[in-house]
Structure formats: structure tokens, C-alpha cells
Nanobody, 120 residues
Framework: QVQLVESGGGTAQAGGSLRLSCAAS????????MGWYSQAPGKERELVSS???????VYEDSVQGRFTISQDNAKNTLYLQMKSLKSEDTAVYYC??????????????WGQGTQVTVSS
């Protein structure tokens, strides 16, 4: 069973930085990736960034150039470096991992979420 535990959320001023971490335990297929989702009040959960096991990254347009996703496979830890924070980045951020099933990868595992609040 995969368990994901986020840390590093909190409050930052606009223009500031935060780094989120996600410690993963259990088996995650090397065929699949991990990522970060955000969910703001009253909005749907959306993908912020993802990374494949070989390091290929994807970013949502609004965070491109400001956020950096990375992973330390030896430590089974996923990171999200957030810079130039904006008030609209305020949300609960969830770490997520894909599961390989029937030749496809799909988002199957979620952390408990960590609150990020950006004050202007």
C-alpha cells in the first residue's frame, strides 16, 4: 500500500517562496509518475505539476517558470519548490502518485494535503 505524507505548507507573503515535500512509502511502479495537485476553496482539484520516473516534467500554465517539481528517488521523496507566490496560489496542495494497471498509469494514491496560504 502506497502512503504519501506532505509537509512544508504554511503561509507566505506574495512574492515569497515555499517548498513542499512528499515522503512516499510502498511500491510505486517505475513506469509511472508522481505529481502535485491543488484545490482552492470552491474549486475542483487540478494538476499543478507532474514528473515521470525518468524526470520528464509538466507544469500547469499559471505556475510555469515559478514552480519547480523534483524528486529524489533514493529517498522516495517528491518536492515542489514554489517561488514568486501569488495570492491565487492559495490552496490545499496534494501529493499524488500513479499506479500502473492494464498497461496504463492513472492517479491512484493521494496524500492528506497541506495548506498553502499566500497573503498580499
Amino acid at each position: 500500500q502506497v502512503q504519501l505524507v506532505e509537509s512544508g505548507g504554511g503561509t507566505a507573503q506574495a512574492g515569497g517562496s515555499l517548498r513542499l515535500s512528499c515522503a512516499a512509502s510502498g511500491y510505486i511502479s517505475s513506469r509511472c509518475g508522481m505529481g502535485w495537485y491543488s484545490q482552492a476553496p470552491g474549486k475542483e482539484r487540478e494538476l499543478v505539476s507532474s514528473i515521470s520516473r525518468d524526470g520528464a516534467t509538466v507544469y500547469e500554465d499559471s505556475v510555469q517558470g515559478r514552480f519547480t517539481i523534483s524528486q529524489d528517488n533514493a529517498k522516495n521523496t517528491l518536492y515542489l519548490q514554489m517561488k514568486s507566490l501569488k495570492s491565487e496560489d492559495t490552496a490545499v496542495y496534494y501529493c499524488a502518485a500513479e499506479e500502473y494497471y492494464m498497461e496504463y498509469c492513472g492517479w491512484a494514491y493521494w496524500g492528506q494535503g497541506t495548506q498553502v496560504t499566500v497573503s498580499s
